[in-house]
T-cell receptor, first 113, second 113 residues
Framework: GENVEQHPSTLSVQEGDSAVIKCTYS??????FPWYKQELGKRPQLIID?????GEKKDQRIAVTLNKTAKHFSLHITETQPEDSAVYFC????????????FGSGTQLTVLP | EAGVVQSPRYKIIEKKQPVAFWCNPI?????LYWYLQNLGQGPELLIR????????DSQLPKDRFSAERLKGVDSTLKIQPAELGDSAVYLC???????????FGPGTRLTVT
Protein backbone atom coordinates (compact mmCIF):
# COMPACT_ATOMS: atom_id res chain seq x y z
CA GLY A 1 0.00 0.00 0.00
CA GLU A 2 0.85 3.68 -0.10
CA ASN A 3 3.26 5.19 2.43
CA VAL A 4 3.47 8.95 2.88
CA GLU A 5 6.29 10.55 4.83
CA GLN A 6 6.12 14.19 5.90
CA HIS A 7 8.72 16.53 7.31
CA PRO A 8 9.50 18.48 9.30
CA SER A 9 7.26 17.46 12.18
CA THR A 10 7.49 20.95 13.66
CA LEU A 11 8.30 24.26 12.00
CA SER A 12 8.55 27.73 13.50
CA VAL A 13 8.81 30.83 11.33
CA GLN A 14 8.65 34.55 11.90
CA GLU A 15 5.54 36.34 10.72
CA GLY A 16 6.02 37.39 7.11
CA ASP A 17 8.52 34.67 6.31
CA SER A 18 7.83 31.66 4.09
CA ALA A 19 7.19 28.11 5.24
CA VAL A 20 7.80 24.93 3.27
CA ILE A 21 6.55 21.46 4.18
CA LYS A 22 7.63 18.41 2.19
CA CYS A 23 6.12 14.99 1.60
CA THR A 24 7.25 11.88 -0.21
CA TYR A 25 5.09 9.00 -1.34
CA SER A 26 5.85 5.43 -2.34
CA UNK A 27 3.13 4.37 -4.79
CA UNK A 28 3.87 5.55 -8.31
CA UNK A 29 0.17 5.08 -9.14
CA UNK A 30 -0.76 7.96 -6.80
CA UNK A 31 -1.89 11.01 -8.69
CA UNK A 32 -4.00 13.07 -6.31
CA PHE A 33 -2.31 15.05 -3.52
CA PRO A 34 -4.37 17.19 -1.14
CA TRP A 35 -3.20 19.27 1.81
CA TYR A 36 -5.32 19.66 4.94
CA LYS A 37 -5.05 22.24 7.70
CA GLN A 38 -6.15 21.33 11.22
CA GLU A 39 -6.36 24.02 13.86
CA LEU A 40 -6.21 22.97 17.48
CA GLY A 41 -9.32 21.05 18.46
CA LYS A 42 -10.93 21.51 15.06
CA ARG A 43 -11.63 19.39 12.01
CA PRO A 44 -9.14 18.96 9.15
CA GLN A 45 -10.01 21.21 6.21
CA LEU A 46 -8.78 21.00 2.64
CA ILE A 47 -6.69 24.03 1.69
CA ILE A 48 -5.28 23.04 -1.68
CA ASP A 49 -4.82 19.97 -3.84
CA UNK A 50 -2.98 18.98 -6.98
CA UNK A 51 -3.32 16.25 -9.55
CA UNK A 52 -0.42 14.73 -11.40
CA UNK A 53 -1.16 16.38 -14.71
CA UNK A 54 0.20 19.67 -13.33
CA GLY A 55 3.45 20.51 -11.63
CA GLU A 56 2.36 23.49 -9.58
CA LYS A 57 -0.81 25.10 -8.30
CA LYS A 58 -1.25 28.40 -6.48
CA ASP A 59 -4.02 29.93 -4.42
CA GLN A 60 -3.15 33.34 -3.02
CA ARG A 61 -0.42 32.79 -0.42
CA ILE A 62 -0.28 29.02 -0.69
CA ALA A 63 1.14 26.85 -3.44
CA VAL A 64 1.84 23.20 -3.96
CA THR A 65 4.51 21.72 -6.21
CA LEU A 66 4.72 18.14 -7.42
CA ASN A 67 7.67 16.15 -8.72
CA LYS A 68 6.33 12.81 -9.94
CA THR A 69 9.73 11.54 -10.98
CA ALA A 70 11.09 11.95 -7.46
CA LYS A 71 7.71 11.15 -5.88
CA HIS A 72 7.59 14.18 -3.68
CA PHE A 73 5.37 17.21 -3.29
CA SER A 74 5.60 20.33 -1.17
CA LEU A 75 3.40 23.00 0.39
CA HIS A 76 4.63 26.57 0.27
CA ILE A 77 3.11 29.33 2.38
CA THR A 78 4.34 32.85 1.73
CA GLU A 79 3.94 35.95 3.91
CA THR A 80 2.94 33.81 6.86
CA GLN A 81 0.49 35.17 9.42
CA PRO A 82 -0.28 34.05 12.99
CA GLU A 83 -3.55 32.51 11.78
CA ASP A 84 -1.52 30.12 9.62
CA SER A 85 -0.44 28.40 12.84
CA ALA A 86 -1.92 24.89 12.72
CA VAL A 87 -1.07 21.29 11.90
CA TYR A 88 -0.77 20.60 8.18
CA PHE A 89 -1.27 17.14 6.71
CA CYS A 90 -0.35 15.98 3.25
CA UNK A 91 -2.04 12.99 1.66
CA UNK A 92 -1.84 10.88 -1.46
CA UNK A 93 -4.41 8.85 -3.36
CA UNK A 94 -4.08 6.48 -6.28
CA UNK A 95 -5.54 6.64 -9.74
CA UNK A 96 -7.36 9.88 -9.25
CA UNK A 97 -9.64 8.56 -6.53
CA UNK A 98 -9.92 11.02 -3.72
CA UNK A 99 -11.56 8.28 -1.70
CA UNK A 100 -8.38 6.39 -0.89
CA UNK A 101 -6.28 8.91 0.99
CA UNK A 102 -3.15 7.97 2.89
CA PHE A 103 -2.10 10.79 5.21
CA GLY A 104 1.29 11.95 6.35
CA SER A 105 2.03 12.35 10.05
CA GLY A 106 1.56 16.12 10.08
CA THR A 107 3.62 19.28 10.56
CA GLN A 108 2.95 21.65 13.44
CA LEU A 109 3.53 25.12 12.00
CA THR A 110 3.95 27.99 14.45
CA VAL A 111 4.09 31.54 13.13
CA LEU A 112 5.76 33.81 15.64
CA PRO A 113 4.53 37.43 15.78
CA GLU B 1 -25.48 23.75 4.20
CA ALA B 2 -24.62 21.88 7.40
CA GLY B 3 -21.31 20.11 7.57
CA VAL B 4 -20.58 16.62 8.82
CA VAL B 5 -22.08 16.18 12.27
CA GLN B 6 -20.67 13.87 14.92
CA SER B 7 -21.74 13.05 18.43
CA PRO B 8 -20.76 12.92 21.13
CA ARG B 9 -17.82 15.34 20.94
CA TYR B 10 -16.19 13.87 24.01
CA LYS B 11 -16.53 10.52 25.75
CA ILE B 12 -14.82 9.12 28.81
CA ILE B 13 -15.33 5.46 29.63
CA GLU B 14 -13.66 2.76 31.67
CA LYS B 15 -11.86 -0.04 29.90
CA LYS B 16 -13.97 -3.03 28.92
CA GLN B 17 -17.04 -0.83 28.53
CA PRO B 18 -18.81 -0.40 25.18
CA VAL B 19 -18.99 2.92 23.34
CA ALA B 20 -20.71 4.14 20.19
CA PHE B 21 -20.14 7.13 17.94
CA TRP B 22 -22.61 8.61 15.52
CA CYS B 23 -22.05 10.46 12.25
CA ASN B 24 -24.41 12.34 9.95
CA PRO B 25 -22.71 13.13 6.62
CA ILE B 26 -23.35 16.07 4.33
CA UNK B 27 -26.66 15.60 2.55
CA UNK B 28 -26.24 13.73 -0.73
CA UNK B 29 -22.73 12.48 -0.03
CA UNK B 30 -22.64 8.81 -0.94
CA UNK B 31 -19.22 8.02 0.52
CA LEU B 32 -18.65 7.97 4.28
CA TYR B 33 -15.39 7.36 6.11
CA TRP B 34 -14.40 6.63 9.68
CA TYR B 35 -10.84 7.57 10.62
CA LEU B 36 -8.78 7.12 13.75
CA GLN B 37 -6.46 9.98 14.70
CA ASN B 38 -3.90 9.44 17.41
CA LEU B 39 -2.25 12.43 19.04
CA GLY B 40 0.36 13.93 16.74
CA GLN B 41 -0.54 11.68 13.83
CA GLY B 42 -2.49 11.89 10.62
CA PRO B 43 -5.90 10.28 10.20
CA GLU B 44 -5.89 6.54 9.51
CA LEU B 45 -8.80 4.98 7.67
CA LEU B 46 -10.86 2.44 9.61
CA ILE B 47 -13.71 1.88 7.17
CA ARG B 48 -15.18 3.40 4.02
CA UNK B 49 -18.78 3.09 2.88
CA UNK B 50 -20.16 3.58 -0.60
CA UNK B 51 -23.84 4.14 0.13
CA UNK B 52 -24.67 1.35 2.59
CA UNK B 53 -21.89 -1.01 1.49
CA UNK B 54 -18.61 -1.25 3.37
CA UNK B 55 -16.04 -1.32 0.55
CA UNK B 56 -12.82 -0.96 2.57
CA ASP B 57 -12.67 -2.24 6.13
CA SER B 58 -9.23 -3.82 6.03
CA GLN B 59 -7.94 -1.63 8.88
CA LEU B 60 -10.93 -2.12 11.16
CA PRO B 61 -10.10 -4.33 14.18
CA LYS B 62 -13.07 -6.59 13.73
CA ASP B 63 -12.71 -8.39 17.03
CA ARG B 64 -13.87 -5.31 18.91
CA PHE B 65 -14.92 -2.69 16.35
CA SER B 66 -18.08 -2.71 14.27
CA ALA B 67 -19.80 -0.18 12.06
CA GLU B 68 -23.00 0.19 10.17
CA ARG B 69 -24.55 2.61 7.75
CA LEU B 70 -28.20 1.74 7.53
CA LYS B 71 -30.08 3.32 4.61
CA GLY B 72 -26.83 4.76 3.31
CA VAL B 73 -27.01 7.97 5.34
CA ASP B 74 -26.07 8.07 9.05
CA SER B 75 -23.42 5.77 10.43
CA THR B 76 -22.50 4.35 13.81
CA LEU B 77 -19.10 3.08 14.91
CA LYS B 78 -19.00 0.86 17.97
CA ILE B 79 -16.20 -0.46 20.18
CA GLN B 80 -16.88 -3.36 22.51
CA PRO B 81 -15.03 -3.80 24.76
CA ALA B 82 -12.88 -0.66 24.80
CA GLU B 83 -9.18 -0.89 25.64
CA LEU B 84 -6.81 1.77 26.93
CA GLY B 85 -5.13 1.95 23.53
CA ASP B 86 -8.39 2.99 21.90
CA SER B 87 -8.05 6.49 23.36
CA ALA B 88 -7.93 8.76 20.31
CA VAL B 89 -10.03 11.06 18.16
CA TYR B 90 -12.49 9.32 15.86
CA LEU B 91 -13.18 11.36 12.75
CA CYS B 92 -16.02 10.91 10.31
CA UNK B 93 -15.82 12.31 6.78
CA UNK B 94 -17.99 12.28 3.69
CA UNK B 95 -17.57 12.95 0.00
CA UNK B 96 -19.45 12.87 -3.28
CA UNK B 97 -18.26 10.96 -6.31
CA UNK B 98 -14.89 9.56 -7.32
CA UNK B 99 -12.98 12.81 -7.04
CA UNK B 100 -14.99 14.69 -4.47
CA UNK B 101 -13.26 16.44 -1.61
CA UNK B 102 -13.50 14.74 1.76
CA UNK B 103 -15.24 16.89 4.36
CA PHE B 104 -14.46 16.04 7.95
CA GLY B 105 -16.59 16.24 11.04
CA PRO B 106 -15.31 17.72 14.32
CA GLY B 107 -14.47 14.29 15.71
CA THR B 108 -15.18 12.44 18.92
CA ARG B 109 -12.40 12.46 21.47
CA LEU B 110 -12.46 9.14 23.32
CA THR B 111 -10.64 8.64 26.60
CA VAL B 112 -10.50 5.13 28.02
CA THR B 113 -9.45 4.96 31.70
Amino acid sequence: GENVEQHPSTLSVQEGDSAVIKCTYSDSASNYFPWYKQELGKRPQLIIDIRSNVGEKKDQRIAVTLNKTAKHFSLHITETQPEDSAVYFCAAAPRGSARQLTFGSGTQLTVLP
Amino acid sequence: EAGVVQSPRYKIIEKKQPVAFWCNPISGHNTLYWYLQNLGQGPELLIRYENEEAVDDSQLPKDRFSAERLKGVDSTLKIQPAELGDSAVYLCASSLGESGEQYFGPGTRLTVT
